[in-house]
Each structure stands twice: as structure tokens, then as C-alpha cells.
């Protein structure tokens, strides 16, 4: 298989495109090095998908490997119910729905269309809230599927050389911001 982009890296780059080197960087060490404590939440929040053992349906995939050649972006599902065509993303709260959780759905609404599953509603669900965020499928939603298209574009030619503006509110609630060079706090 040709190298790919983990979809996870969507979010980090819409925070900030620096912030991809240095997950990368680390991605390689015990993410317990490095993660937050949000962060270490809401990985606990996905461990019962990642490990299957969320529901037992059948019809229901869970935590499953997708990937999109046409993107060449690639990762792991939360959840898609087949019998409903329905996919969801579960948060462990969403105060917010921030973009790159929707293009997280785009990215997988991609590669399992590609794969030749059906799509026709996609979900954000708050697990400690149990609260349901709707979000438009890309047919649905044009102008931000060339949003996404965009985004995914200038991830691959992100040039971490070139010239750059650090944003302090960012920099600031940063995880790498020791590690950066350029980071404005
Ligand atoms: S410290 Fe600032 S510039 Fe550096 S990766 Fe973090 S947000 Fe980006």
C-alpha cells in the first residue's frame, strides 16, 4: 500500500500545520509521554471501539481500517451501522463542533464510500452528554466538501520550511509549544 495520511492528522493540521511534524515526532513514543489530560480522556472514550467490543450487531463495524486511494488518506472508523447506512464519530464531550471533527467524518465518509459501503447520514455523538450532532454528508454539503478537498491539499504540500505566523491564543493551550521553534508563548 502507497503512504497515506492518517485522518487524525485533519484536526492537528487545522489547529495548527506545525503541529503534524511534531505528532509525528512523537507518535513513535508511549502517547502517554505527551498526551494531555482531555486528550488521555478521550482516548479511553475510543478504546471500547478500537478494541470491538462497543456493540456486538452485526451490523455494525467498529473500529475498522478504512482508506481512501483517491485521497491517499487512511485510518480507523468509530462506528457504521450498515443496516442504516449511518456513520458516527463518538466524542467523549463535544462542547463544540469544531471543523476538523466534520472533516474527520468527510475523511471516512471517503474512504468507505471508496471501499463500496453506503453512506446517507453521518453522526458527532457527545458520550458524556449523549448528545447527537446531525452532520451533512459531503453531496449534501458542496461547499465544504471543497473545503476538505483544500485542506487535504495543502496538508500534502505543507512545507514546514516556509515562512510562518504563530498564533498565540493557539501556541498557548499548544502541547508541543516546548518543542517548537517558532511558537509565539
Ligand atoms: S506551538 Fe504554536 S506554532 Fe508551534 S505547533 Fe503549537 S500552535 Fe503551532
Known amino acids: 500500500m502507497e503512504p497515506y495520511m492518517p485522518i487524525s492528522y485533519l484536526n492537528d493540521f487545522i489547529f495548527c500545520p506545525r503541529s ?65 447506512s449511518l456513520l458516527v464519530e463518538r466524542k467523549k464531550k463535544i462542547k463544540v463542533v469544531y471543523d476538523g471533527y466534520i472533516y474527520q467524518l468527510f475523511a471516512q465518509y471517503h474512504c468507505l464510500v471508496e471501499m463500496g459501503y453506503e ?16 452532520i451533512k454528508t459531503p453531496p449534501e454539503d458542496t461547499e465544504r466538501q471543497k473545503e476538505f478537498d483544500d485542506i487535504v ?26 518543542l517548537c521553534d517558532v511558537a509565539a508563548c
Not at 119 to 134: E, F, G, R
Not at 166 to 174: G, I, S, V
Open 119 to 134: 453512506v446517507q447520514k453521518m453522526k458527532l455523538y457527545s458520550m458524556d452528554d449523549n448528545k447527537s450532532y446531525p
Open 20 to 84: 503534524i511534524y511534531f505528532h509525528q515526532l512523537y507518535g513513535r513514543v508511549s502517547q502517554r509521554l505527551y498526551h494531555t489530560t482531555a486528550q488521555t480522556k478521550g482516548k479511553a472514550a475510543h478504546k471500547t471501539v478500537d478494541t470491538q467490543t462497543y456493540t456486538t450487531a452485526k451490523s455494525v463495524l467498529q473500529g475498522m481500517e478504512v482508506y481512501s486511494d483517491r485521497y491517499k488518506i487512511g485510518g480507523k472508523i468509530d462506528t457504521y451501522d450498515a443496516s442504516k
Open 153 to 178: 491539499h495543502k496538508m500534502k504540500n505543507f512545507d514546514l520550511n516556509e515562512a510562518f505566523v504563530a498564533n498565540e491564543n493557539k501556541c498557548r493551550y499548544c502541547i508541543y509549544n516546548n
